[in-house]
């Protein structure tokens, strides 16, 4: 198993291509330019299984509607963010250019769960905070977590968009996050990889927290 990560759009919103050998893969945040994705996936002869959202800001879920049409596969959230995917105000692309909007999720997240696609098998974290929907993905057997706009390499998410909530960002890192083992790679929704380990050591926003 393995990953392609795909900085697109005017945030460099990190998109997630998860990749198994038998050419199956699941997408991550797809937020923008569908596109370069399509391209990556068909040079690859990658076929997906889902859409999978660590939340619903208009820099994570722009490239949705194309991609679903094209490969007629499903989408995933979490319940608390379903209705931010139709309402510019809440996935806050009001405060740019173009609202944004997409078609309902498919799959709504309700709680902490496993899921399994495939031959994925996916542990779905609820990490609120940056946005209340926000979830992290675990993937065990990589060893790796897709953290979404919760934690980030020396940094944490913001919590001054709608809905959002700084001591919950805290304790959902503290709490969650933190107690993965600490050679967890770290894969953030924008910037670079890290890891849990790296994170516990050297992030200034928890040491000081």
């Known amino acids: 198993m393995r990953y392609k990560q ?20 699941i997408v991550i945040d797809p937020g923008a330019e569908w596109d370069q994705i399509v391209a990556y996936l068909e040079e690859n002869h990658l076929e997906p299984l889902a859409i999978l959202l660590t939340h619903a800001h208009f820099d994570h879920i722009g490239a949705i509607d194309e991609l679903r049409a094209r ?3 499903p989408v995933y959230c979490h319940e608390n963010e379903q209705d931010w995917l139709l309402d510019p105000e809440k996935n806050s692309s009001y405060l740019g250019s173009l609202p944004i909007t ?24 609820e990490t609120p905070g940056h946005s209340p929907g926000s979830v992290s993905i675990y ?7 897709f ?5 980030f390499r020396l940094s944490i998410g913001r919590a001054d968009f709608y809905g ?3 001591a919950q960002l805290l304790a959902s890192i503290k709490e969650k996050l933190l ?7 770290v894969l953030p929704g924008h910037g670079i990889a890290s ?6 050591a050297n992030n200034p926003f928890l040491q000081r927290a």
């Open 6 to 25: 795909l900085p697109l759009g005017e945030m460099q919103t990190n998109a997630y291509v998860l990749e198994t050998n038998d050419q199956q893969c």
């Open 71 to 73: 490969y007629q596969i």
């Open 102 to 125: 997409v078609k309902p999720a498919d799959h709504l997240f309700t709680k902490g769960e496993t899921l399994r696609l495939g031959s994925f098998l996916l542990e779905i974290i």
């Open 139 to 145: 993937c065990k057997e990589m060893q790796a977590v």
């Open 147 to 151: 953290s979404g706009d919760t934690l």
């Open 164 to 166: 959002g909530n700084h």
């Open 179 to 185: 107690k993965l083992p600490e050679d967890t790679v």
């Open 195 to 200: 890891t849990i380990g790296y994170e516990q």
